[in-house]
DNA sequence: ACAATATCCTGCGAGC
DNA sequence: TGCTCGCAGGATATTG
């Protein structure tokens, strides 16, 4: 499940490879990813695209391309972006083929079909409704604790939820959000109102901390999740809670607990993280 | 206006 | 062994 660290180095590790390549013929086995335009569309305004440049924001990728396009993809759950010879098999699942001048593919894999991508002209970017709604990215100036705490200053909601809410801040899915509250030592269900001023500054630090230690380590893979190589991440060796359900925690040896949270299964330390 | 819930999808593991 | 069932969770539409 692909959230800011493992968008991220999806991204790096295609800017290697695919900046500077033409789209030399798309190949749609299942078009249900495709957003807008239409698939015979999108089909024929990619071909002969040159790829610009790649920018990411969220959990969303941004290919620029040529003649002021733009391909905005987001991975959701299962999707991958992967740079593979043309010559290899097609793996099961592979959606989306554009194929390159270099001999090689950019193939998009995804088991669940969740990911979307909308081509667009870059003047349409501005007031695209899925960028435009996003919150600060956490890894830049914009996002500060005085501007963290104004924005949530009358918020009811618990921790967790506003963690995963992408217009608070881009970027953060469940398993970022169970390990920077577990850093932080807060209970998921810890009610904003309730939080201390020291709270807002270690919960501001954490946020910046674990997604760059995320992205140090190429992400995580807990399931699926590969980058445009096909590697594997790394962060998943160091999780502290999140899938450890029943383990005894790093830190304090009581046994990690599991329960819902808006909907979502999260996973903390009862002695770390106790309810306030 | 805001917040919680249902929805899309496939693979996998638990339980019988 | 083979079946069913529940769960996994991104954003978005819908409901409360």
Redesign the pocket.
């Known amino acids: ?1 692909p ?1 800011l660290p493992e968008v991220e180095t999806v991204k790096r590790s295609l800017q290697k490879k695919i900046i500077g390549k033409k789209i030399i013929r798309v190949l749609i086995n299942y078009g249900g990813n495709i957003r807008q335009p239409g698939m015979e569309m999108f089909r024929l305004s990619l071909v002969d695209k040159v790829f610009e440049d790649i920018d990411r924001r ?2 969303f990728l941004i290919f620029y391309l040529s003649e002021e396009m733009a391909l905005v993809v ?1 991975l ?2 299962t999707g991958q972006l992967v740079y593979t010879e043309s010559e290899l098999p097609l793996e ?2 592979t959606h989306l083929i554009f194929r390159l001048n270099d001999g090689m593919d950019l193939r998009y894999l995804d ?4 990911g979307t991508f909308d081509l667009l002209s870059r003047e349409k970017l501005s007031n695209f ?2 960028l435009n ?1 996003l919150g600060p990215e956490p890894l830049s100036e914009d996002f500060t604790v005085e501007k963290m705490r104004e924005s949530i200053s009358k ?4 921790i967790k ?1 506003l963690l ?1 809410d ?1 217009t608070f801040v881009a970027g953060i ?3 970022y959000a169970d390990e920077i509250l577990f850093e932080v030592g807060l209970h998921p269900e810890t009610n904003i109102q309730s939080l201390s001023e020291k709270d807002f500054y270690s919960l501001h630090e954490a946020i910046v901390a674990i997604l760059n230690l995320g992205i140090s380590h190429r992400g995580t893979t807990f399931r699926n999740y590969v980058d445009g190589d096909g590697r594997q991440g790394q962060f998943q060796e160091l999780l502290k809670v999140y899938g450890r359900k029943g383990n005894l925690c790093s830190r304090c040896e009581a046994e990690i607990q ?1 329960i ?1 949270v ?4 999260t996973y903390y330390c009862p002695k770390c993280q106790p309810k306030a």
């Open positions: 499940m959230e969220g959990k987001h959701r759950m099961k699942h088991i669940r079909k969740f409704k899925s709604q918020s009811e909601r618990v939820n995963m992408q899915g469940n398993i599991k819902k808006g909907g979502r299964g």
